[in-house]
């Protein structure tokens, strides 16, 4: 069996040859690597992004739109209860007021952006657009919230006994608190709708966010219905800039 042994160098320029083919090969090496991780993560942003427009665009976009649509009616229902209970009506017609005031149990979702953040997507994004749907989801965030004080809101208000004869003065401070709990609620929901919007026309990186106002329009439509709304809806016109309403 024969044994090759090594050549030895013959001078500094061998020996630099060889160092420069070993280097080269490794910075190839690399060079493949990172070229295969951008591409992998191209790919990667390039879902989470679907996930994230499409959460926004099809389920919170619509529900904000919604929520702007119908803020006044609501406004409208919470000023006819008060000054009814104030008039001294009975607890039956307190009652029936209390129970058409909407309650909704949707809740503003976030799986895209938890989604996101278990894939380490920050890390891969520019901070810019990292930024601008952190901002969309901590609105969405603050939304449910909202959501669910109001839902706890409207069950203090439905718990009138619709019994004959005028409330007691205990009730109508419990009734007056609940109503002013869902006119806060209201108007931060409607606010940050707004803001959410108007957030989500402006272009993110290399990502846009496409808002199908026929959809969100016909989704108002169908709350308006629902809860005998269609006298007091306001259109909500998307512009480039943001929003605005159209009484």
């Given at each position: 069996?024969?044994i ?35 591409a ?6 390039s ?6 427009t ?14 702007m ?24 017609e ?26 380490d ?8 657009e ?9 609105q ?5 919230q ?6 706890q809101?409207?069950?203090?208000l ?28 209201n108007?931060?929901?409607?606010h ?22 026929a ?17 007091c ?15």
């Amino acid at each position: 069996m024969d044994i090759h042994k090594p050549k030895p160098w013959h001078g500094g320029r061998e020996f630099a040859k060889e160092v420069g083919t070993i280097v080269l090969g490794v910075l190839i090496a690399l060079a493949m690597e990172q070229a295969a991780e951008w591409a992998h993560w191209r790919q990667k942003l390039s879902d989470l992004r679907i996930a994230m427009t499409s959460e926004l665009a099809s389920d919170d976009a619509p529900q904000a739109y919604t929520r702007m649509a119908i803020g006044q009616c609501m406004d409208r229902q919470l000023d006819a209860l008060q000054s009814a209970a104030e008039q001294g009506v009975s607890r039956v017609e307190l009652a029936k007021l209390a129970k058409a005031y909407p309650a909704s149990d949707e809740t503003w979702d976030d799986e895209g952006w938890k989604g996101f953040l278990a894939a380490d997507g920050p890390a891969h994004m520019s901070a810019v657009e990292a930024n601008s749907w952190w901002f969309d989801y901590a609105q969405a965030t603050k939304m449910d919230q909202i959501g669910d004080d109001e839902r706890q809101a409207i069950g203090a208000l439905r718990a009138i006994r619709p019994k004959a004869g005028p409330m007691s003065e205990p009730e109508l401070q419990d009734l007056n608190r609940a109503v002013g709990r869902l006119r806060n609620d209201n108007r931060w929901m409607v606010h940050d709708a707004a803001v959410v919007l108007g957030d989500l026309t402006y272009l993110k990186g290399s990502a846009h966010v496409p808002l199908n106002e026929a959809a969100m329009r016909r989704r108002v439509a169908g709350a308006a219905k629902d809860y005998h709304l269609k006298d007091c809806v306001v259109a909500v016109e998307l512009i480039p800039a943001g929003l605005k309403d159209t009484p």
